[in-house]
């Protein structure tokens, strides 16, 4: 669905259409990026493959994981020698998250810019809902 459609861009924030065409641009970039590596063809015959989401979900927590122990250890990456690991690690997740969401046909850009909105309003998420007995403590 197109995130004009969704969203309405006569209704969004400058701040919130440039983080739109932002992701919708890393989006773009992350999932060419994926399938000029390959990870989209079978590696035996070269033909197009539909790679499976829970695999690939699995490969988002694995990096999260990854930033973690990066965060305990307090690592610089092994790739990116002058850069946290924890920061890499998210940047990797991240861009698994973008290249699947694309292959999957899905607007993460709308989506975020929709849920970061909801969660500015949310009663639930204000510190004073969260002192409260039953309040969420993290």
């Avoid at 924030?13 to 919708?24: D, I, M, V």
Wanted: glycine fraction near 8%; include cysteine.
């Amino acid at each position: 669905m197109d995130t004009k459609t969704i969203i309405g861009l006569s209704n969004m924030t400058p701040s919130e259409t440039t983080a739109l065409f932002g992701l919708q641009e890393a989006q773009v970039l992350a999932h060419r990026t994926a399938t000029d590596a390959g990870w989209y063809r079978d590696p035996g015959t070269g033909l197009p493959v539909q790679r499976n989401v829970g695999e690939v979900i699995a490969l988002m927590h694995s990096e999260l994981s990854e930033a973690l122990e990066g965060w305990r250890k307090d690592l610089m990456d092994d790739h990116l020698p002058h850069r946290k690991m924890i920061e890499v690690e998210f940047a990797d997740c991240i861009i698994r998250i973008l290249d699947t969401g694309a292959a999957m046909g899905l607007d993460i850009a709308g989506a975020l810019i929709e849920k970061n909105r909801y969660n500015r309003q949310r009663a639930d998420h204000r510190l004073e809902a969260r002192k409260l007995a039953g309040g969420k403590k993290i």
